[in-house]
């Protein structure tokens, strides 16, 4: 059972209208606009290259640490 991005309340399937209903906030949407809203409200994610470059700069902050003793 989907459970409601707006308040996290339970959702049914209306068969008649194809729609999701969200039992506690009343909030009314179609299955691809629910798949869309939960996208939207994922975090973001760093690509490939982001997160290459983080690696290297916490490799770099760690090895210069090392260093100095």
Known sequence: MPY???CGG???????TKHYVCQ???LSVTQQ???EL?????TPTES???????RKKEY???WLSSKKK
């Open 4 to 6: 409601c991005p707006e």
């Open 10 to 16: 339970e959702m049914l399937y209306i068969v008649a």
């Open 24 to 26: 506690s906030c009343g």
């Open 33 to 35: 606009e629910l798949i």
């Open 38 to 42: 939960r996208e939207k409200l994922k």
């Open 48 to 54: 490939d290259e982001e997160e290459k470059e983080r």
């Open 60 to 62: 770099l902050k760690w």
